[in-house]
Nanobody
Framework: QVQLVESGGGLVQPGGSLRLSCAAS????????FGWYRQAPGKGRELVAT???????NYADSVKGRFTISKDNAKTTVYLQMSSLKPEDTAVYYC???????????WGQGTQVTVSS
């Protein structure tokens, strides 16, 4: 099954930008719907953005216009470009990959994003 490795998290000031990466080890990258989720301390995991097989994207209202999900098929990597970051974006960000026809997806290990001055 696919393995996911996230990277790119870190500490950034409010208003700054970060790009998260999710490297997927699979030979059928094009068959997956990918999603970025996040979990802040004391809160449940929430959807941030998804990118399906057709290339359609979906975003949480809280990140629309600030975050962009994309993928590079040649590198089998999914990205989350985050800009105009706010302290409330602070969370552990997780990548999820769900293969076409599957009922559940696979999670990565997460990467910490901290937005603070």
């Amino acid at each position: 099954q696919v393995q996911l490795v996230e990277s790119g998290g870190g500490l950034v000031q409010p208003g700054g930008s970060l790009r998260l990466s999710c490297a997927a080890s699979t030979g059928t990258f094009w068959l997956y719907t990918f999603g970025w989720y996040r979990q802040a301390p004391g809160k449940g995991r929430e959807l941030v953005a998804t990118l399906d097989i057709s290339g359609s994207t979906n975003y949480a209202d809280s990140v629309k216009g600030r975050f962009t999900i994309s993928k590079d098929n040649a590198k089998t990597t999914v990205y989350l470009q985050m800009s105009s970051l706010k302290p409330e974006d602070t969370a552990v960000y997780y990548c999820n990959a769900k293969k076409f026809g599957a009922t559940v997806g696979i999670w990565g290990q997460g990467t910490q994003v901290t937005v603070s001055s």
